[in-house]
């Protein structure tokens, strides 16, 4: 649902609404099937710039970006010898 309210074409369809609902809410003597339309209309315009606001206040964070992406483990051989491993995450690669 938020997918649609986000979707500029559903933003030029309500305005669309919102004017021809007016105009037909005023030919009417404000019957209640123009009303109705109208008032959805601007819902959707509210939705649509509420999630616009939300969405530039607020980034999309990825769950991989909130954790490491390399996991670095020391491994003593004895005492004399240190290899580093890398393992990335989701590439599937083991670099000695």
Do not use: C, H
């Not at 979707?7 to 809410?25: M, R, T």
């Not at 008032?39 to 490491?68: A, C, M, R, Y």
């Amino acid at each position: 649902m938020e997918k649609v309210i986000k979707s500029i074409i559903s933003f030029l369809i309500a305005i669309a609404g919102l004017i021809g609902g007016g105009i037909w809410a005023y030919q009417t003597n404000f019957n209640i099937e123009p009303v109705i339309l109208f008032i959805v209309s601007l819902l959707e315009i509210i939705g649509f710039l509420f999630l616009k606001k939300t969405d530039e206040s607020n980034p999309p964070q990825n769950k991989t970006s909130q954790q490491n992406n390399r996991n670095i483990q020391n491994i003593n051989n004895k005492g004399t010898v240190k290899k580093q491993i890398n393992i990335q995450d989701n590439t599937g690669k083991i670099e000695m």
